[in-house]
């Protein structure tokens, strides 16, 4: 089964509600860890690197916290998980390098790599408004193969 890991629902959880409340000078790890549910240290982890690969703007100080780097439908799933886990590979014989041990007498490579561009390509139609959109439309889960279906 495929799934996103912790890391990467949080950081897409914390853009979500920084798209939701762009009113905010800016809104804390904690502000989001509480909205949320979620353990605060490992939030305030998450944003500082999604802060470090420029998806996040961090504000030091009494009022600090976190902004959007860039308008919310300018950032697409496909970079949060990427910044947050590296990149996106549904199976170890698909690589950075390319290469695993049965490279020369593996005969489903080439239909898994194209699996890996398929969920790519779906990833990087997402954006954060649509995440945004999506629960404001009073849906409470995000499908995001649903999601992606409706922006068709």
Known sequence: MLRLTKKAD???????????????????????????????QLL?????????????????????????????????????????????FITSCVTVSGLCDLTNTCTIKEPLARVNESISDVLKKIRISDLAEYDQAGHGEHDLVNIRTRNA
């Open 44 to 88: 305030a982890k998450i944003l500082q690197r999604l802060a470090k690969e420029g998806l996040l703007h961090s504000h030091a100080g009494m009022n600090g916290g976190y902004t959007l780097a860039r308008n919310a439908s300018d950032i697409s799933a496909f970079e949060v998980i990427r910044a947050i886990d590296g990149p996106l």
């Open 10 to 40: 949080y950081g897409l959880m914390a853009l979500k509600f920084l798209a939701e409340n762009p009113d905010s000078a800016s809104l804390s790890a904690k502000d989001i860890a509480e909205a949320y549910h979620i353990p605060q």
